[in-house]
């Protein structure tokens, strides 16, 4: 199991249903591929709540494809991290994923 270490999280009002473990964009919903990302929700938040993003520090991520350990991570369109392809990037990733679905550490 990975442990993030957050040091600074955001509330912000959950303008979509947000998923834990996966990139916010700055107007409070899930991030996509051509979104530059506030943060990734600490939980799961429907329409309407005060969600809280962790902003910066050691923050775990769900891959959306296979990512090498120290790559420049951006969201995905389903606001996992990949690897940095033609965004901005959020940070660098911290463990590898083998495959969409795990989970990595993604230093911000």
Known sequence: MKT??????LSALATGALT????????????VATDVA???????????EQA????????????GAAVAQGAQVQPDASGR????????AFGRALDAAAAAGDFIRVLA
Do not use: D, K
């Open 4 to 9: 993030g270490s957050p040091i600074l999280t």
């Open 20 to 31: 834990v473990n996966r990139f916010t964009n700055f107007a409070g919903a899930q991030a």
């Open 38 to 48: 506030l943060g990734v929700a600490n939980a799961n938040y429907a329409t309407g």
């Open 52 to 63: 809280g993003v962790q902003a910066r520090g050691v923050l775990v991520v769900e891959a």
């Open 81 to 88: 991290a990949i690897t940095l392809a033609a965004g901005t």
